[in-house]
T-cell receptor
Framework: KAGVTQTPRYLIKTRGQQVTLSCSPI?????VSWYQQTPGQGLQFLFE???????NKGNFPGRFSGRQFSNSRSEMNVSTLELGDSALYLC???????????FGSGTQLSVL | GQQVMQIPQYQHVQEGEDFTTYCNSS?????IQWYKQRPGGHPVFLIQ?????EVKKQKRLTFQFGEAKKNSSLHITATQTTDVGTYFC????????????FGKGTKLSVKP
């Protein structure tokens, strides 16, 4: 069974640009969550999707958005990038929302 | 707001010594989950505890969930160099849309 796939693995952007990250969950998993990981703040919850509906959203500005497609694949978008957005963005999928998460390898975003 | 506090932030041990990390929630949890992240890797699910007072073992790892379902601990007996990494607890909040809140993790280093 293939794991959670995130693309791209690394990304370098400049301030003001926007970025789209992609996540393909484990087959059969309908819940997809996104987390931002930084050394100082640990894992910060961004949002959670289930069957194309956003069910929970973390405390992040509106520049952070996401969506889920009918095949459960998910994307997250960050517009007007800031230096502080540099982080590892992790996607996780699960059978039941917020239980036994399977994480992808993440996308390391650097904003210059 | 809802918080999950985890201590200590860092732990350095000699190989063969024991290690414990503690997790405390500000509110009663639906369940507590533990994850391990190796250096350069992504979090990997270890275990989920659901019942009040539950104790589960995985080889040298012992996980406990408090009677009030607000605290948890992970104890590793006789650490090995393969135990190196950051251990995260994650508390699932009660309610139908229960958010999963991660502690900031305990980074374990093991000196051979």
């Amino acid at each position: 069974k293939a794991g959670v796939t995130q693309t791209p693995r690394y990304l370098i952007k400049t301030r003001g640009q926007q970025v789209t990250l992609s996540c393909s969950p484990i087959s059969g998993h309908r819940s997809v969550s996104w987390y931002q990981q930084t050394p100082g703040q640990g894992l910060q919850f961004l949002f959670e999707y289930f069957s194309e509906t956003q069910r929970n959203k973390g405390n992040f500005p509106g520049r952070f958005s996401g969506r889920q497609f009918s095949n459960s694949r998910s994307e997250m978008n960050v517009s007007t990038l800031e230096l502080g957005d540099s982080a590892l963005y992790l996607c996780a999928s699960s059978l039941i929302a917020n239980e036994k998460l399977f994480f992808g390898s993440g996308t390391q975003l650097s904003v210059l | 707001g809802q918080q999950v506090m985890q201590i200590p932030q860092y732990q350095h041990v000699q190989e063969g010594e024991d290690f414990t990390t503690y997790c405390n929630s500000s509110t009663t949890l639906s369940n507590i989950q533990w994850y391990k992240q190796r250096p350069g890797g992504h979090p990997v699910f270890l275990i989920q505890l659901v019942k009040s007072g539950e104790v589960k073992k995985q080889k040298r790892l012992t996980f406990q969930f408090g009677e009030a379902k607000k605290n948890s601990s992970l104890h590793i007996t006789a650490t090995q160099t393969t135990d190196v990494g950051t251990y995260f607890c994650a508390g699932k909040m009660r309610g139908s849309q229960g958010n999963l809140i991660f502690g900031k993790g305990t980074k374990l280093s093991v000196k051979p």
